[in-house]
């Protein structure tokens, strides 16, 4: 079965600081691999789509990376500001699942003044 | 910038009634999609349509659900016999065609049975 599981499941941090979220997947054969941003009480914006091919993929301060080997990917997010408290998502599509997307549990971050 | 919008925000309903919840897809897409979000747990794929016909769901969505584009620009899902543990947040998202596309949400429908 499908599965996206992300860590750490909740982590603060003060303003201006640096932080990394984890995600390992077991979805087979992988397709793509995205990362969402959800405010509470809002739906989920895409932040990052990343293929087989692509080991890293930037949008503003937040960088992915990919390690199709190990399954693995992490969502860098630089110099964090207060509006970057929300739920992080990360979504693996299987190649053989057309548009249907698996969904991680989310990483919450809280950004401190 | 384009959005997906859905109505209702809160939707309140007996058990056993008819829901129906309502999404306005962004105007250029061609695939729209239903999500659900039990409170507290992840967020699941219910359907995906194109062209006016379903290409993907999964094991949740069964006979009770079903979903319609009743003109050029709704999309709808329809519950109907609904249970309690049909209460959650449904999301509505639409993307243009392409598997590397991305889906973009509506802030979704939260569902309470009661």
């Known amino acids: 079965k499908n599965q996206v599981e992300q860590s750490p499941q909740s982590l603060i941090i003060l303003e201006g600081k640096n932080c990394t979220l984890q995600c390992n997947y077991t979805v087979s054969p992988f397709s793509n691999l995205r990362w969402y941003k959800q405010d509470t009480g809002r739906g989920p914006v895409s932040l990052t789509i990343m293929t087989f091919s692509e080991n890293t993929k930037s949008n503003g301060r937040y960088t992915a990376t990919l390690d199709a080997d190990t399954k693995q990917s992490s969502l860098h997010i630089t110099a964090s500001q207060l509006s970057d408290s929300a739920s992080y998502i990360c979504v693996v599509s299987a190649r053989n699942a057309g548009n249907m997307l698996t969904f991680g549990g989310g990483t919450r971050l809280m950004v401190k003044p | 910038e384009p959005e997906v919008t859905q109505t209702p925000s809160h939707q309140v309903t007996q058990m056993g009634q008819e829901v129906i919840l309502r999404c306005v897809p962004i105007s250029n897409h ?76 509506g802030d979704g429908t939260r569902l309470s049975i009661l």
């Open chain 2, 30 to 105: 061609l695939y729209f999609y239903w999500y659900r979000q039990i409170l507290g747990q992840k967020v699941e794929f219910l359907v995906s349509f194109y062209n006016n016909e379903i290409s993907e769901k999964s094991e949740i969505f069964d006979d009770q659900f079903s979903v319609e584009r009743p003109d050029g620009s709704n999309f709808t899902l329809k519950i109907r016999s609904t249970k309690l543990e049909d209460s959650a947040m449904y999301f509505c998202a639409s993307s243009e065609v392409g598997m590397y596309q991305p889906q973009h949400f």
